[in-house]
């Protein structure tokens, strides 16, 4: 079981949504499985990054919601942003 580390960006990012009980649930399955080494499923689209975010990983939680997190060879998986495209990219 790997032990999930907010970075202070993604906190302020989730501050954003928590009136969203739809997103923060789906998010909530998500990381769930991340925390359990869980593969994650198709339906997620999860991805390696370039650019600014090269080596972290990215999935969609919900249409334009996603995660980015970066998954060391530790125990310990780095949850990097979460928002929307324009948010994490633009």
Known sequence: M???QPT??????LK???NNPQK???L?????????EQ??????S?????GNYKGCMECHIQ???LLIWFDETSDIIELVRLGSHSELFG
Do not use: S, V
């Open 24 to 26: 923060l649930a789906a």
């Open 16 to 18: 954003r949504y928590k």
């Open 2 to 4: 790997k032990q999930l």
């Open 46 to 50: 999860p991805h390696l990054l370039h």
């Open 8 to 13: 202070t960006q993604y906190r302020k990012d």
């Open 28 to 36: 909530a399955e998500l990381l769930l499985m991340l925390k359990n």
């Open 63 to 65: 249409g334009d919601f």
């Open 39 to 44: 593969p994650i499923p198709a339906r997620f």
